[in-house]
């Protein structure tokens, strides 16, 4: 007998105004029992119950990959969502993806899976001005590998696009910062998920992760800016981060942005042991006590991307 595989699929991918080509599933002791028909649609106020109370427990076949991708890429492209509904759908079904990409053991295909989702936040920036202003408003306040990782992404985009980076640059900009923790993969999952700061050896294991990030990218074929926003995000400007120690302009461009990102969604989203800072407590903080660590053309730039974030947010108030 041949077993059924799945893919998880968040909710807020699927718009309740929108009927899903596709039977979903949910997950329930190991056991995948069918929840929705294909032709039907989810209502609102389930689709906000279970976002709350069980986010990571619905599936589809994993055969279906590609009809559920351009059930995807037809709601970004309809008149009828308004763009904050198309950031949601967009950052919901990336998430899970990324998800994928960080648990797949095939490198080479989440690398390859990883373009299309860079592809896709770079096409909704192109063609909706407020695009950047909601996806980054909508970025997680908790902090798990997997939204730490999309959200740096978002983050890296807006910053990329604000200083010049375009097409090809902008999408290997976008796969860098989607995969610049991608060496946490070699780091015990406890160290990773502990409740509370690490001690000294949990610390020095935690570290290591930027060179376990480069022997990963290393095997595969991917450029050497993609393999510098993995090793060289936790540098200083200053000299003293690590694991190389480099200074000022011996960081790689791509990687400096990465390492202001990466800083900034670790201030805003929630820790066990912390609460996060506001956006603009955040920047300020930055701005004041740890500016030297940054290329500061980059931090002044930052302004502008969360700018565009507090805008979107004032729209959606009006």
């Known amino acids: 007998m041949v077993h059924a595989k799945y893919m998880k699929v968040r909710l807020n991918s699927l718009h309740p105004s929108v009927p899903v080509p596709f039977d979903i599933y949910v997950k329930i002791n190991d056991r995948y029992i069918l929840y929705l028909r294909a032709g039907d649609s989810m209502e609102a106020d389930k689709i906000q119950s279970f976002e709350v109370k069980a986010p990571d427990s619905f599936f589809i076949h994993d055969n279906l990959y590609e009809v559920y991708k351009k059930h995807i890429s037809d709601q970004m492209h309809s008149d009828q969502l308004t763009s904050r509904d198309k950031a949601i759908i967009l950052r919901e079904s990336s ?3 990324v998800e994928e990409l960080y648990e797949n053991p095939d490198i080479d295909q989440a ?6 989702i860079i592809n896709e936040f770079i096409s909704f920036m192109d063609e909706d001005p407020d695009a950047m202003g909601h996806l980054i408003g909508l970025s997680s306040h908790d902090f798990y590998t997997y939204n730490h990782s999309l959200d740096v992404g978002i983050y890296s985009l807006g910053l990329g696009y604000v200083v010049g980076y375009k ?3 902008l999408k290997e900009l976008g796969q860098g910062a989607l995969f610049h923790d991608i060496g946490k993969r070699h780091v015990d999952v406890n160290i990773i998920c502990k409740d509370g700061p690490l001690d000294d050896s949990e610390w020095a294991q935690m570290q290591q992760h930027p060179q376990f990030g ?4 290393n095997r595969h074929q991917v450029s050497d800016a993609i393999k510098a926003c993995a090793f060289e995000h936790h ?5 003293n981060g690590y694991p190389q120690q480099l200074a000022g302009n011996e960081i790689h461009p791509m990687a400096r942005i990465v390492a202001i990102t990466d800083t900034y969604d670790a ?3 929630k820790r066990s042991y912390n609460d996060p800072m506001t956006p ?3 920047l300020k903080f930055m701005d004041e006590k740890l500016r030297s660590r940054y290329d500061s053309s980059l931090m002044d730039a930052m302004n502008d991307v969360l700018f565009k974030m507090a805008e979107a947010k004032k729209n959606e108030s009006a």
Do not use: R, V
């Open 95 to 97: 998430l899970a993806l």
């Open 111 to 116: 690398l390859n899976q990883s373009k299309e």
């Open 167 to 169: 097409d090809a640059e």
């Open 214 to 217: 480069l022997l990963i990218l």
């Open 235 to 239: 540098e200083s400007f200053t000299g």
């Open 267 to 269: 201030l805003t989203t």
């Open 280 to 282: 603009t407590d955040a």
